[in-house]
């Protein structure tokens, strides 16, 4: 493929949180991405804009239908991204006319199925609570951890392969998240940075089902209207401090998300997937 010629891409999102998605198996360009090619494409003026860069690649083995890579729009490649794995595995149905597959991530392998049209279940895998697997910089309890930024503290911390502080309280519509975010993401007990979720428990639906109301401060991104992994978080830690059953409706600025804590400690997320437009992209932005 030739350095000058555009490269296709398709505007995916989840509930609003926004990916650009590049295919390193027809082009490798996307595969050689620096940090500041990808704050390119991801500038809302001068690029595409995005919340992350998506790019899909082949499988390291015949265990997964298809490899992804993920980097929020601040450069950074990080191992897991909820609502693009629903995006990538709808894709990758498509593709293959089947209706489920293995995606590859850097969070490991992780089964996704159709449940209709566009809407997507996938199994986040394991929820991590170890304090080294967050990671957090000192051996503390990851369900209180001694942090407070302004109105807010106590956090419980969970990695869904990525380290998410879950913060409850009474009204999560009265919390500056932009004022609040930058600090808390870059607190130095995250030697990785962290994204920051505030979270409300509503009263549970008549089926026993828990609803939570869930903000997010995204790490390498700033808020946006929803994060998979962030809502499998909160359920998590709303479990486990005993404020939610373990199957919740998370009630996102975007929408809603199905999660269910599984009793092998997988989490299962179901939520809808979109397309918005495919474009072609100037090989500007690439080099
Ligand atoms: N929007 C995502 C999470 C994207 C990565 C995150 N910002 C991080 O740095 O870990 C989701 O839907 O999970």
Known sequence: MSDSATLPFRKMHGLGNDFVVLDGRIDPR??????????????????I???QLIVIATPSDNTADVRM???????????????ATRCVAWLAMTESGRDSVVIETRAGLLDAESRGTSLVAVDMGAARLDWREIPLNEAVDTLHLGLSV?????PVAVSM????????????????????????????????RANIEVASILPTTEAGRGRIRM??????????????????????AAARRGLSPRRAEL???GGTLEIEWLPDDHVLMTGPVATSFTGLLDPALLS
Request: negative net charge.
């Open 30 to 47: 996307p595969l050689a991405l620096d940090p500041a090619r990808v704050r390119a494409i991801a500038d809302r003026r001068a690029g």
């Open 161 to 192: 392969g990525n380290p998410h502080a879950v913060f409850f309280v009474e009204d999560s519509e009265a919390i500056d998240l932009a004022a609040v975010g930058p600090d808390l993401e870059h607190h130095p007990i995250f030697p990785e």
């Open 251 to 253: 009630i996102l600025d």
């Open 69 to 83: 890579l993920i980097f929020n729009a601040d450069g950074s490649e990080v191992a897991a991204c909820g609502n």
């Open 150 to 154: 302004g109105p807010l503290s106590d």
């Open 215 to 236: 903000r997010v401060w995204e790490r390498g991104a700033g808020i946006t209207p929803a994060c998979g992994t962030g809502a499998c978080a909160t359920l998590v």
């Open 49 to 51: 804009g995005c919340d």
